[in-house]
Antibody
Framework: QVQLVQSGAEVKKPGASVKVSCKAS????????IHWVRQAPGQGLEWMGW????????HYAQTFQGRVTMARDTSITTVYMELSGLISDDTAVYYC????????????WGQGTLVTVSS | SYVLTQPPSVSVAPGQTASITCGGN??????IHWYQQKPGQAPVLVVY???DRPSGIPERFSGSNSGNTATLTIGRVEAGDEADYYC???????????FGGGTKLTVL
């Protein structure tokens, strides 16, 4: 079945970077875009950007431009999201998700990765 | 950038009908999707393309979209429907994904 499995929780100090992975299985990896959103404690969903696994092309939300980098390794069907210059407000659960169709609905989500930024 | 506005909370008694709105400029011209998120879990798609249901989602979940408002309707509400609900669209002009702020559904 279609599945996205993310890496485990991380604790980082302010100013550091974090890299979260999202391993896809059960479908053709290069056929669907992968997006990232985050959810701060008690807050809503904040979209971060997408990556096209076929080409490696990326598009980032303006809020995160200059701080986020998304990449993929097609040999292991894995997408990565790296966020740099961490501050306490970056403490959140980070989700990857697959979008399908012309209307870009999210039909599969990863389980989420908690990133805690604390000195 | 495109903005989607949801009420923070909606309350409903069991067996009644809950309506959750999502407002946006000319949102009726876009395809809207709805997600249910329970505490500690990832969101789950419950309605897509305004009014279609994924397999496994009860018929009690339905949607509509016209003008400046889209609506998720949950009929014969059950305790298990208590969750946060998010609307989402793809803004083709910017190629951005946009989520509403979320609505907490409380079953009284």
């Amino acid at each position: 079945q279609v599945q996205l499995v993310q890496s485990g929780a991380e604790v980082k100090k302010p100013g550091a970077s974090v890299k979260v992975s999202c391993k896809a299985s059960g479908y053709t990896f290069t056929g669907y875009y992968i997006h990232w959103v985050r959810q701060a404690p008690g807050q809503g969903l904040e979209w971060m950007g997408w990556l096209n696994p076929a080409s490696g092309a990326t598009h980032y939300a303006q809020t995160f431009q200059g701080r986020v980098t998304m990449a993929r390794d097609t040999s292991i069907t894995t997408v990565y999201m790296e966020l740099s210059g961490l501050i306490s407000d970056d403490t959140a659960v980070y989700y990857c998700g697959r979008t399908v169709g012309g209307t870009r609905l999210w039909d599969c989500w990863g389980q989420g990765t908690l990133v805690t930024v604390s000195s | 950038s495109y903005v989607l506005t949801q009420p923070p909370s909606v309350s409903v008694a069991p067996g009644q009908t809950a309506s959750i709105t999502c407002g946006g400029n000319n949102i009726g011209s876009k395809s809207i999707h709805w997600y249910q998120q329970k505490p500690g879990q990832a969101p789950v798609l419950v309605v897509y393309d305004d009014s279609d249901r994924p397999s496994g989602i009860p018929e009690r979940f339905s949607g509509s979209n016209s003008g400046n408002t889209a609506t998720l309707t949950i009929g014969r509400v059950e305790a298990g429907d208590e969750a946060d609900y998010y609307c989402q669209v793809w803004d083709s002009s910017s190629d951005d994904q946009v989520f509403g702020g979320g609505t907490k559904l409380t079953v009284l």
